[in-house]
């Protein structure tokens, strides 16, 4: 006879944790499509030049990479749902700012708290799917729950386009800070307690002793960094609506979804590092 598992601690189910991790990485990544083609024509940005632009997206990955740090402190300490909720508060902050428009060092104290909360965000979203999913389960949850990032970076940009068209430039903040409450009530609600990973006892470093490791690190950090390039100087350079440089960032998303499971399919049979060429 099958023992059936012991409920998760503190009540979350392996379905109510993939549910408030999608939502929460769905929304961080929509938070952060959306800002695209508005904040390098917000006036307080143009006015700030060039380099302050570049400065203004940078500054999101540098507090992202900052409390990614703290996160796991925290959710090794506590769980996943204080770093969650930590988000949460972030990411309304964020949203609220970045609808003033300026002075162009509250859209930088917006971006770092865009930052800050993706940080706590996806590594508690992470580790509640670890928590309360069986091993066996775990990879097909994590990959639903990243999934979701591909979608938020897919309609962030083109929706943002369409309501600045319509409705103003702060139209897609306020439309995100709506979602954030949606996304904060649901990890309010469905996350109880603060379950913890007990049956994987790797430490952090242990991936880069993987043969090849490097190797991917740095293919993923020179993509990254092709990607986050491009953002705040294409929407100045092209000179076009906010709908049209959100189509097109939406259609390079959606390039990047075409070419996966085709890539898939082949890599088994192809050197991965043609791919990555």
Same mark, same amino acid.
């Given at each position: 006879m099958t023992v059936p598992h012991d409920p998760p601690t503190g009540g979350t189910t392996p379905a109510r944790a993939l549910v408030v991790s999608s939502a929460a990485l769905f929304t961080d990544m929509l938070v952060h499509g959306l800002a695209v083609p508005v904040l390098p024509r917000l006036p307080a940005v143009v %006015? #700030? %030049?060039? +380099?302050?632009?570049?400065?203004? =997206?940078a500054s999101y990955a540098a507090a992202m990479i900052v +409390?990614?740090? =703290?996160? &796991? /402190? !925290? @959710?090794? /300490?506590? &769980?996943?749902r204080t770093p969650l909720l930590i988000g949460l508060g972030g990411l309304a902050a964020a949203t609220l700012l970045f609808a003033t428009g300026g002075?162009?060092? *509250?859209? $930088?104290? #917006? /971006? *770092?708290?865009?930052?800050? +909360?993706?940080? $706590?965000?996806? !590594? +508690?979203a992470l580790c509640l799917i670890a928590a309360t999913t069986p091993m066996e389960k775990r990879g097909q949850s994590m990959g639903v729950a990243l999934s979701t990032i591909t979608l938020g970076v897919l309609v962030g940009p083109p929706l943002a386009g369409l309501l600045v068209e319509h409705f103003g430039a702060a139209s897609p903040f306020l439309f995100a800070a709506a979602v954030a409450v949606v996304d904060g009530a649901m990890r309010i609600i469905l996350v109880k307690g603060s379950p913890r990973v007990t049956d994987d006892v790797a430490g952090p470093l242990a991936v880069l002793r993987v043969p090849g490791s490097f190797s991917i690190v740095l293919a993923v950090v020179v993509g990254a960094a092709v990607l986050s390039g491009v953002e705040p100087v294409l929407p100045v350079h092209l000179k076009a609506?906010?709908?049209? @440089? &959100?189509?097109? =960032? %939406? *259609? #390079? @998303?959606?390039?990047?979804?075409? #070419?996966n499971p085709i890539v898939g399919r082949f890599v088994a049979a192809v050197s991965p590092r043609l791919f990555v060429g």
């Open positions: %006015g #700030a %030049g060039s +380099a302050a632009t570049g400065v203004l =997206f +409390a990614t740090l =703290f996160a &796991g /402190r !925290v @959710v090794d /300490r506590h &769980g996943p002075p162009y060092w *509250l859209l $930088m104290v #917006a /971006r *770092l708290a865009q930052g800050i +909360a993706g940080g $706590m965000s996806w !590594v +508690a609506s906010s709908l049209t @440089v &959100g189509l097109l =960032f %939406g *259609l #390079a @998303v959606l390039a990047s979804i075409t #070419a």
